[in-house]
């Protein structure tokens, strides 16, 4: 059983920066992969990025690429999304992911545990 406490969202001007954090319970957080999503008001939950168990793999979704960065110190217990040049489109309510598969994981049904989220919100 993982549990996962995301922290960092808040409200930022358009072109600024934030950095999201995912606490992780458990002895194995080291050999489950890790995802980050996101949910805007009326929107499906999307995908946005995600990190292998050792950190070595990263991939993003277009939207994001060349803004945020996903990173993870597993001796921490804790992944990362630093996110740079925010937009008022990344306004949502951001999820951490654990998927036992430890290589890179997309679509959110392969993952097994859940944050409740931390809102993020871009003014213009």
């Known amino acids: 059983q993982v549990q996962l406490v995301e922290s960092g969202g808040g409200l930022v001007q358009a072109g600024g920066s934030l950095r999201l954090s995912c606490a992780a319970s458990?002895?194995?957080?080291?050999?489950?992969?890790m995802g980050w999503f996101r949910q805007a008001p009326g929107k499906e939950r999307e995908f946005v990025a995600a990190?292998?168990?050792?950190?070595?793999?990263?991939y993003y979704a277009d939207s994001v690429k060349g803004r945020f960065t996903v990173s993870r110190d597993n001796a921490k217990n804790t992944v990362y999304l630093q996110m740079n040049s925010l937009k008022p489109e990344d306004t949502a309510n951001y999820y951490c992911?654990?998927?036992?598969?430890?290589?890179?994981?997309?679509?959110?049904?392969?993952?097994?545990?859940w944050g409740q989220g931390t809102q993020v919100t871009v003014s213009s």
């Open positions: 992911a654990a998927a036992r598969f430890g290589g890179i994981v997309v679509p959110a049904t392969l993952y097994d545990y």
């Open positions: 458990g002895r194995t957080f080291s050999s489950y992969a």
């Open positions: 990190i292998s168990w050792s950190g070595g793999s990263t």
